[in-house]
């Protein structure tokens, strides 16, 4: 049964790592801004490549979005 | 009417491009800025997101200087330069995402990063490409203006207090591990393995629950510490006395094999408290409350330097605090006046509202000298400095002492006034069962004492004020007002009386109202005179425009601008004049004198006859005379720094008790708070300007009113956005009520105290009993409080419902 020991040394060691994960990233300043992290996954990843007619295409699209 | 398709104003003029239409050229600017950029994107997110540009040219000159740029640069090396910029007109998903995609705009942004709820922008950028002033330039081109002012000029980085995070984190990393460990003893007693092994799992708690009393709760023994040293008996005391004597006896009991100790208790307690500290924190990162006149001026203005050579003069970026005595300095349309100066030449129109109170701009002639923080509305103006910034008329207030002490170390907060009792009788509670159980049976007799303390540890009272507070101060927050912090709610249910300025707080800074007095105007002369303002940029002429607008328009065949004295336009052989007495009355027969003039006035003539003249009076918030009314139980009292002349009127708005006292000067505000606080009263002063800052700083409650809260307010104790003004009734019931509802959750812990006493006094405090006790009656005040502020918000919610 000695094995607890191991068991718990491992649970200990487990734990502490975690912890300290949590300390590394309330040091880098994850916490200070928990707003905006939230917005930004949400854009689409970098700018779509847009071409000059779909370019006069999209404004018609929107404006219609507009008068509702 | 369209919308237009930037900032989603309606267009007056339109124009329109691409099937769309804008408002005004600067925003369909920018959307050509973004188009071309491939960034059209930014429309997509939000429906009209953006901002209108407003005119910044000369305004960023200073940061040329590249010692001025550098001081508001965090970093800078050879090739990167970080700068952190406050941009107050952050306000959607749009703005982060284009804030954040900069650099396909300019190459020489490296990497740009928003942070939200301060409004802030971090922006990498490689200077060889993009200097400081140029990026500053790009931003106010998209209507991203930054707010860059005199505060900025020491751009040490500030540290920011994450220690309660870390507190918070380590209370609950002991507290999850602790429970863990001791969970095999509540459960099996006796049992051969953990006979064996129990030891390793009780020194384990110990180990775990060190950090938690020697880090996470330390500060519960220091506030205690100097509470007592000031005799004051806080609810830390009670709270410390409880920490210390679980962790003791738990160590005891450990070290001497007599039990599993109250270690997860313990924990547990601390992680609750710190948990509720936590949620009472509500910051709103992007509003100071601490701001003094350094966030108002500028950072740096247009200094004039004769050149020996010639007689011309050399314009000059310097920094406000360079400036000396004799120094010339050059104030354009619409910037501030940082220093007191006397005015050399040009045409000074200084709006001193903000300062002094005053409601009209006031017309300054060649010599005259000018105080700091006007600001200046017309053309150019060349002034003469008189005194360095620190010891300008202005500044000087803030060596006041009301500035430099915090008003939370005067206030007793109502759970300290209760635990002050509560620890009496605690206290002789344990020292009876003490005295009982030494003559019952002496074994049990530190026991049963230690245990009293422990399950006395008021842990559910301390829960109780920072959760209903927590929860009043949110939804203050989503009507408008942003309180400085939970405590402020409190002294709000204390108040009797209540101060406001009049300027800008009881009159919106919107709109004038403006009223005719003479012979009547024809609707040929009206339209003519209108068609003249029009072509006046002074403001008078604006705001009388904007008035009289609904006339026709028509060009005209003669305008002449007197600066500083009037307009004059002609169509057809007919000539209006509007300005000051002797400039339309020049050459004409003396009238009945004017009498001496209180309020500002226009005054009308034609070639041949003086008409009248136009009052210009400020116009009172609309919801004025209900909100008054809704507010009698206290006393009302005006305090301004204009003159008297608006007092009939007012007298008819606001209900009969009110006194009023005009011609205030800064120090008389903050003195005649003072006096009504040697009478005992409890004072809430209102006011929006500087010229209010010591009357806020010094009353039990400073609001600062604001028709935008991005821009500057004094230092205060919170900032009403001027929308909410209708609702400042609801706001001081809803903090008494928060108060009562405190009282409950009092009550209701005590019966759980009482519970736990009962075990306590006979002896069966067990471990899993305090362990089950401890969170139960920690999480039912949590739910108590949430539920009951809940439901006294949405009561008042319903009763404003139909008056809107």
């Keep these: 049964m000695s094995i607890i020991y191991m068991l718990l040394a491992i649970s200990v060691v487990v734990a502490i790592v975690f912890f300290i994960a949590f300390v590394l990233s309330v040091r880098k300043g994850q916490y200070d801004d928990t707003y905006t992290p939230s ?29 509702d | 009417m369209e919308k237009c398709f930037h900032c989603g104003d309606s267009c007056e003029t339109s124009i329109s491009l691409q099937d769309k239409y804008f408002c005004c050229h600067g925003c369909q600017t920018v959307f050509e800025i973004l188009n071309e950029n491939n960034l059209t994107y930014y429309y997509d997110l939000e429906q009209n997101p953006g901002i209108t540009p407003s005119r910044f040219e000369g305004k960023f000159d200073f940061l040329k200087e590249t010692s001025i740029a550098n001081k508001l640069l965090e970093f800078s090396e050879q090739e990167t330069h970080i700068v952190n910029l406050l941009i107050p007109s952050i306000h959607c998903s749009s703005c982060i995402w284009v804030l954040e995609h900069l650099g396909k705009l300019n190459s020489g942004i490296i990497h740009s990063q928003v942070n939200f709820p301060e409004k802030t922008v971090r922006i990498h950028f490689n200077p060889a490409l993009l200097s400081l002033f140029d990026l500053v330039q790009l931003l ?125 208790s313990l924990a547990g307690l601390v992680f609750f408290l710190l948990l509720g500290k936590f ?39 310097t920094q406000i605090r360079d400036l000396r005595p004799g120094d010339r300095i050059l104030i354009r349309n619409g910037e501030l006046i940082p220093v007191d100066a006397i005015l050399i030449s040009g045409n000074a129109f200084i709006d001193y509202s903000f300062v002094t109170g005053e409601a009209q701009p006031v017309g300054k002639k060649s010599g005259d000298s000018l105080f700091a923080g006007g600001r200046q509305e017309g053309g150019s103006i060349e002034l003469e400095v008189v005194q360095a910034v620190a010891q300008s008329y202005l500044t000087q207030l803030w060596s006041s002492d009301v500035f430099g002490k915090e008003k939370a170390t005067i206030f007793q907060s109502l759970t300290d006034q209760i635990s002050k009792r509560f620890t009496v009788v605690v206290l002789s509670i ?37 959760f209903t507070l927590g929860n009043l101060l949110r939804y203050f927050g989503t009507y408008k007002l942003y309180l400085k912090n939970a405590e402020v709610i409190e002294r709000m249910a204390q108040l009797n009386t209540l101060v406001f300025d009049k300027t800008g707080t009881l009159t919106t800074s919107e709109k004038n109202r403006i009223t005719y007095q003479g012979v009547d105007l024809s609707d040929e002369e009206q339209s003519l005179l209108t068609s003249t303002l029009r072509s006046s940029n002074h403001p008078l002429s604006r705001s009388l425009y904007q008035w009289l607008k609904g006339n026709d328009i028509y060009t005209l065949d003669d305008f002449h601008e007197e600066i500083g004295q009037g307009v004059s336009g002609a169509k057809n052989e007919q000539r209006i004049y509007a300005g000051s007495y002797p400039f339309v009355n020049q050459s004409q027969e003396s009238t009945t004198p004017i009498k001496e003039q209180n309020t500002t006035r226009v005054h009308i003539a034609n070639e041949e006859h003086y008409k009248g003249y136009y009052n210009f009076y400020s116009e009172y918030r609309s919801g004025l005379k209900t909100t008054a009314k809704a507010l009698t139980q206290y006393e009302i009292i005006v305090l301004s720094g204009d003159n008297d002349s608006e007092q009939e009127l007012l007298s008819k708005l606001l209900p009969e008790k009110v006194h009023y006292y005009f ?60 929308s909410g003004f209708d609702l400042l009734p609801n706001f001081l019931a809803l903090s008494r009520k928060g108060i009562q509802i405190i009282k409950y959750a009092f009550l209701f812990s005590l019966f759980y105290n009482l519970i736990g006493l009962g075990f306590a006094i006979t002896g069966h405090l067990k471990p899993v009993v305090a362990a089950i006790l401890m969170p139960l009656s920690s999480i039912s005040i949590v739910v108590f409080t949430t539920l009951f502020t809940y ?14």
């Design chain 2, 430 to 466: 344990a020292m009876l069962s003490l005295i009982f159980w030494l003559w019952y049976a002496p074994a049990q007799a530190l026991n049963v004492f230690t245990a009293v303390l422990i399950v006395a540890c008021p842990c559910a009272i301390a829960l109780a004020a920072p």
């Design chain 2, 663 to 722: 011609n205030q000067r800064p120090e008389d505000k903050l003195n005649f708070i003072k006096n009504l606080q040697k009478q005992g009263k409890k004072v809430l002063m209102m006011g929006d300007g500087l010229n209010d800052a010591g009357a806020l700083a010094q009353s039990d409650i400073g609001i600062a009113l604001s028709e935008d809260i991005n821009v500057f307010s004094p230092a205060c104790d919170g900032i009403l956005d001027a």
């Design chain 1, 39 to 67: 917005v930004r996954m949400l854009f689409d990843d970098g700018v779509p490549p847009e071409s000059s007619e779909t370019q006069t295409d999209q404004p018609t699209i929107k404006n219609s979005r507009n008068q």
């Design chain 2, 279 to 317: 949620f009472q924190q509500k910051t709103y990162a992007y509003l100071s409350f601490e701001r003094d006149y350094k966030s108002y001026f500028p950072l740096a203005v247009t200094q004039l330097i004769k050149d020996n050579s010639a007689t011309s003069k050399i314009e000059k970026q």
């Design chain 2, 140 to 264: 106010a081109r998209l209507g991203y203006e930054p707010y860059i002012s005199l505060e900025d000029d020491n751009k040490a980085r500030k540290h920011k207090d994450r220690s309660l995070i870390y507190k918070l984190g380590v209370a609950g990393f002991a507290f999850g591990n602790i429970m863990f460990l001791s969970f095999p003893e509540y459960f099996e007693v006796n049992e051969f393995w953990l006979e064996r092994f129990k030891h390793v799992f009780r020194w384990l708690m110990f180990a775990f629950s060190v950090p938690v009393v020697f880090y996470a709760g330390w500060g519960y023994f220091d506030s205690a510490f100097k509470g007592l040293r000031s005799k004051i008996i806080n609810i830390d005391v009670p709270i410390a006395l409880g920490i210390g004597v679980l962790f003791i006896r738990s160590t005891m009991e450990v070290a001497l094999d007599l039990g599993t100790g109250f270690f997860d």
């Design chain 2, 791 to 804: 439901a006294v918000t949405r009561k008042l919610k319903k009763q404003n419902d139909p008056t809107k």
